[in-house]
């Protein structure tokens, strides 16, 4: 399995619910990503997670809460968002965030609408 | 700090015409160079990263350390190349003693017929 796989595709939610994005990979992977992208534009890092520990957070609100609960899943959990959130999720894995020329491997990503 | 610079927003060329997606970056370490597609209603994939010198879908990039540039080539332009190409940058992050990525704004490649 060479792919990561991200539930669900889509998404509408209300600025009250609370929702939960979830990745897969069963490449053996040690680092994941989550990344936020709007229409037209690069993806934004939002959060590293390298053997199942929080790396980097790149001063996201708290109303996203990621989580690594093994090294095959992450997962980012959604509460009272803005409108503004809506975007494309994606996740992503590498094998390791320190070796040279490990590349990203992307999921197709959930497209989030906050009504 | 890490900057992917990718001037074109926009490049159309017609099939058999040759292409180049222009991409410079900044960056005070020794850089990790990739390039980045995104077909339309696919995922982002790798399509060429620098240390590995190879040639993907007739497609090649060189890392001008001279000039900080890793420009996309490709001789002969297809349709089927036509979608968004991103730029992205591998730099070494002290803190976390791991690598961050960062992408230019892209590049959106349309090959008329």
């Known amino acids: 399995d060479t792919e990561v796989t991200q539930t669900p595709k889509h998404l509408v939610m209300g600025m009250t619910n609370k929702k939960s994005l979830k990745c897969e990979q069963h490449m053996g992977h040690r680092a994941m990503y989550w990344y936020k992208q709007k229409a037209k534009k690069p993806p934004e890092l939002m959060f590293v997670y390298s053997y199942e520990k929080l790396s980097i957070n790149e001063s996201v609100p708290s109303r996203f809460s990621p989580e690594c609960p093994n090294s095959s899943l992450l997962n980012l959990h959604l509460h009272a968002l803005q409108p503004e959130d809506s975007a494309l999720y994606l996740c992503?894995?590498?094998?390791?965030?320190?070796?040279?020329?490990?590349?990203?491997?992307f999921g197709n990503g959930t497209r989030l609408t906050v009504t | 700090a890490q900057r992917v610079t990718q001037p074109e927003k926009l490049l159309s060329v017609f099939k058999g015409a040759p292409v180049e997606l222009k991409c410079n970056y900044s960056?005070?370490?020794?850089?990790?160079l990739f390039w980045y597609v995104q077909y339309s209603r696919q995922r982002l994939q790798l399509l060429l990263r620098h240390i590995s010198r190879e040639s993907i879908k007739g497609f090649t990039a060189d890392l001008n350390k001279g000039e900080t540039s890793f420009h996309l080539k490709k001789p002969f332009a297809q349709e089927e190349d036509s979608a968004m190409y991103y730029c992205?940058?591998?730099?070494?992050?002290?803190?976390?003693?791991?690598?961050?990525?960062?992408f230019g704004e892209g590049t959106q490649l349309t090959v008329n017929p």
């Open positions: 992205a940058l591998s730099g070494r992050n002290k803190e976390t003693s791991g690598s961050r990525l960062t």
């Open positions: 992503a894995s590498s094998q390791d965030l320190q070796g040279r020329n490990s590349p990203l491997h």
């Open positions: 960056y005070s370490g020794s850089p990790e």
